[in-house]
C-alpha cells in the first residue's frame, strides 16, 4: 500500500522506475507463458494453496510441488469458519451501490470496533484478532472493503477515491447504529483509517494503525528518496488498463500469492488462509476493483490540508522488516499525532497480524480499553455536572 505522490506532472525518474517495473513484469509474462507451454507448472496449479514456490527447474518444481503436497496432508486446510471467532451475521451495510459485506460478532449495543484490511487480503486478515476483541466484550465488525469478496464493486475508477471509501466506513458505522468507534486498520485499510483520523477524529474513541504511514509522512519520503521510489514502482504499474489483471491471472494469482509469501514471516500465513484469499482472488469484478484503488489514487490525488494532524487517540504498531515501507514513515507518523504511540517490532513484516497476532492482540485490548474508559469517564462526567440552575 501507498499513499499517492502530490505535485503535478509524474516527475523523470518516476517515469524510469515504471518502465523498469514494466520491463520486468514483461520478462515474467515471458516466463510464464513459456513455462506454462512447456507443463512446468502443471503440478504448482494443482496445488490446493495456489503458492507453489518459484523454482529453477522441472525437477525443482515437482519437489515442490510434492512437499507442498505433504505439508497439506499434515495440516489440512481449514475453511475459516465463524465457530473459531463465535457466531457471524454477514450483512451488506452501508449506502445504495456502495454497500459493504460486513461480517459482524458480538452483542449489538457493545463499544464498537471497525478492522479494516488491506491489498491484497480480505476480512480474514483479522481472523486472529476478532475472538480476542469479542470475548472483552466488543462488538466487531470486519467489512470486506468496496470491491472485495461481495462487496459493492462500483464501475468508476473516481468510484474508489480515498475520501470515498472513507465514507463507506462510516456509513457502515452508521448502519450498524454507532456514531463512534474503535478503529483498525492494514495496509490500504490503514491509509482509510488514517484519512478517517484526520478528517473525522470526533467519530473516533481511538485509532489503531498496523504499517501503513500518513499521508503526509509517505509523501515527504517519496520526494526525498529514491528509494522509496523505485519500491512503489507497482503503483505506475497498476496504472496501465487491462495488463495488471492480465499478468496477473495470467499466473494463477501467483503474483499476488508470492507479494505475500516472500516478504512475509515463515508460517505467517496457514493453508486455510491461502484458501481464503485464492476464493476471494478469483470473485468476478474483485481484480480490477482492487487495482483500482491503485488508479484512483493518481489520478484523483487527494487534497490534504496543513499538517493534517490526528487528534484521536493513535496507536501505530511497525514491524521493521517491511521491505516496502520504511520505520522512518512510522516515526514521522507519530509525530503528526496529538495523542500517539509507536510500537516496533523489529523481527516482524508489513503483515503484522499475521506474524505477531497474539502480540497485536494485546496491544489494541490494552489501548482500546485504556480509551474506552477514557471516553467512560468523560461521558458520566458530562452527564453529573451540575447545570448553571443549579447551582
Not at 478492522?115 to 484478532?129: D, K, N
Not at 501503513?212 to 509522512?217: D, F, L, N, Q, S
Not at 476493483?289 to 484521536?312: F, H
Request: hydrophobic share 40%; net charge negative.
Amino acid at each position: 500500500m501507498d499513499v499517492a505522490p502530490g505535485g503535478g506532472a509524474v516527475w523523470p525518474h518516476q517515469i524510469s522506475v515504471f518502465a523498469s517495473g514494466l520491463f520486468n513484469l514483461a520478462n515474467m509474462a515471458a516466463i510464464h507463458l513459456t513455462e506454462c507451454r512447456g507443463g512446468r507448472y502443471a503440478a504448482v496449479d494443482s496445488d490446493p494453496d495456489g503458492i507453489g514456490a518459484i523454482s529453477v527447474s522441472k525437477q525443482d518444481v515437482s519437489m515442490t510441488a510434492h512437499s507442498n503436497t505433504a505439508a497439506t496432508e499434515q495440516q489440512p486446510a481449514q475453511p475459516l469458519d465463524d465457530a473459531a471467532h463465535g457466531q457471524a451475521n454477514v450483512e451488506h451495510l452501508g449506502r445504495h451501490g456502495r454497500q459493504l459485506e460486513t461480517r459482524c460478532y458480538g452483542e449489538p449495543g457493545n463499544p464498537l470496533v471497525v478492522l479494516l484490511h488491506g491489498f491484497p487480503e480480505c476480512w480474514a486478515t483479522w481472523r486472529h484478532q476478532i475472538a480476542p476483541l469479542v470475548n472483552a466484550g466488543y462488538r466487531v465488525l470486519v467489512p470486506n472493503m468496496i470491491g472485495y469478496g461481495h462487496s459493492d464493486k462500483p464501475s468508476k475508477i473516481a468510484d474508489y477515491r480515498m475520501d470515498m471509501i472513507c465514507d463507506d466506513v462510516r456509513a457502515v458505522i452508521r448502519a450498524a447504529g454507532y456514531e463512534r468507534c474503535h478503529l483498525v486498520g492494514h495496509d490500504w485499510g490503514g491509509a482509510i483509517a488514517w484519512w478517517f483520523g484526520i478528517h473525522y477524529s470526533d467519530e473516533l474513541l481511538s485509532l489503531s494503525i498496523l504499517n501503513a504511514p500518513h499521508p503526509r509522512a509517505f509523501l515527504s519520503q517519496l520526494r526525498s528518496s529514491p528509494k522509496q521510489l523505485l519500491k512503489s514502482w507497482y503503483i505506475f504499474f497498476f496504472q496501465l488498463p487491462w495488463l495488471p489483471e492480465w499478468v496477473i491471472r495470467m499466473g494463477n494469482y501467483r503474483m499476488l500469492a508470492d507479494a505475500i509469501k516472500t516478504t512475509s514471516n515463515p508460517g505467517a500465513y496457514q493453508p486455510q488462509d491461502w484458501q481464503q484469499l485464492n476464493e476471494h482472488w478469483r470473485i468476478p469484478g474483485a481484480l480490477t476493483a482492487k487495482l483500482n484503488y491503485y488508479r484512483a489514487m493518481l489520478r484523483y490525488r487527494p487534497k490534504i490540508a496543513g499538517k493534517a494532524m490526528v487528534s484521536a487517540p493513535t496507536q501505530i504498531l511497525w514491524g521493521e522488516k517491511d521491505l516496502a515501507l520504511t520505520l522512518s514513515m512510522a516515526e514521522s507518523s507519530q509525530q503528526r499525532t496529538v495523542n500517539g504511540r509507536l510500537i516496533t517490532y523489529p523481527d516482524a513484516t508489513h503483515w503484522l497480524a499475521h506474524d505477531k497476532p497474539q502480540e497485536i492482540n494485546e496491544r489494541l485490548l490494552e489501548w482500546i480499553a485504556q480509551h474506552m474508559e477514557k471516553h467512560l469517564h468523560e461521558h458520566v462526567e458530562e452527564h453529573t455536572a451540575p447545570k448553571p440552575e443549579d447551582q
